[in-house]
């Protein structure tokens, strides 16, 4: 917390009715079973990042009927929702995150040593989970990625 490049936020646990609402937003549309929205709650206990993550892991489990095995750790969701991704999409976030949180393109392609269309699906693959985004549209060649850990935090240095 010494670097000029990093603030410290307090953020306060989210209210039942605001976790509520992300564990909706997340899984929108489909309503959400009410056994299920307790769990969630409960095992996040109001930190709106575990929350998200917890949510976006029965996302991707696709199933709201049957609650899936959930970690209990942010650590190890995260670890999770990597270690289903696609093996081309695993290996360019891989790639990505050795590089930083903000990665040219054109680096990106000359390093992952991966054939153009693979590299491209993997990108699309990771901006659709969340994990990248893109921080400009133009020029194509040149756009920087972000890395997005977790989904909404896009914050990049200045």
């Not at 959930?70 to 995150?97: F, G, M, N, S």
């Not at 993997?122 to 920087?144: C, D, I, M, N, S």
Request: charged share 20%; proline share 11%.
């Amino acid at each position: 917390m010494e670097k000029s490049s990093a603030t410290q936020l307090a953020l306060p646990r989210l209210d039942p009715t605001d976790s509520r609402d992300v564990v909706q937003a997340v899984l929108h549309p489909a309503p959400v079973p009410e056994p299920l929205m307790q769990g969630l709650l409960a095992k996040a206990a109001g930190n709106p990042l575990f929350l998200e993550e917890l949510a976006w892991t029965v996302r991707e489990h696709g199933d709201l009927r049957l609650p899936p095995e959930v970690p209990t750790t942010i650590q190890a969701v995260l670890t999770a929702r990597i270690d289903r991704l696609p093996p081309e999409a695993k290996q360019v976030l891989q790639t990505a995150a050795v590089i930083g949180t903000e990665v040219p393109l054109v680096f990106l392609q000359a390093i992952a040593a991966l054939p153009e269309e693979t590299l491209q699906r993997g990108l699309v693959q990771l901006q659709a989970a969340e994990f990248l985004y893109a921080r400009r549209l133009e020029p194509a060649r040149t756009t920087p990625l972000s890395m997005c850990s977790p989904r909404r935090r896009r914050i990049s240095r200045s």
